[in-house]
């Protein structure tokens, strides 16, 4: 079992930047693909990007547009979701999920998520 604790969200103005962290414990962070999601009040859960264990990247390309960049550090059990150019139609609780299947994993259903952290954009 894998623990994920995502930490970096608050309030931003319009066009600013953040940077999430998610901390990966309870097993060897290897071979596993991490991602973010993202929910809005009122949406659906959205895919935003993923990277796997040899840095494969994928990202949610309708949504974050070339503004936000995932990227992980082993030694630390981490990965990170860098987010540029921030909007207020970015505001929702990004969620860290894990799994073993990218596939799954990109598609909903990691095994591991962790609690959330709110990010809010002002305009």
């Known amino acids: 079992q894998v623990q994920l604790v995502e930490s970096g969200g608050g309030l931003v103005q319009a066009g600013g930047s953040v940077t999430l962290s998610c901390a990966a414990s309870?097993?060897?962070?290897?071979?596993?693909?991490m991602s973010w999601f993202r929910q809005a009040p009122g949406k659906e859960r959205e895919f935003v990007a993923a990277?796997?264990?040899?840095?494969?990247?994928?990202l949610n390309v309708d949504s974050v547009k070339g503004r936000f960049l995932i990227y992980r550090d082993g030694a630390k059990n981490t990965v990170y979701l860098q987010m540029n150019s921030l909007q207020p139609e970015d505001t929702a609780v990004y969620y860290c999920?894990?799994?073993?299947?990218?596939?799954?994993?990109?598609?909903?259903?990691?095994?591991?998520w962790g609690q959330g952290t709110q990010v809010t954009v002002s305009s």
């Open positions: 990277i796997t264990w040899s840095g494969g990247i994928t």
């Open positions: 999920a894990s799994g073993d299947d990218r596939g799954a994993v990109i598609a909903g259903r990691a095994e591991s």
């Open positions: 309870g097993r060897t962070f290897t071979r596993y693909t």
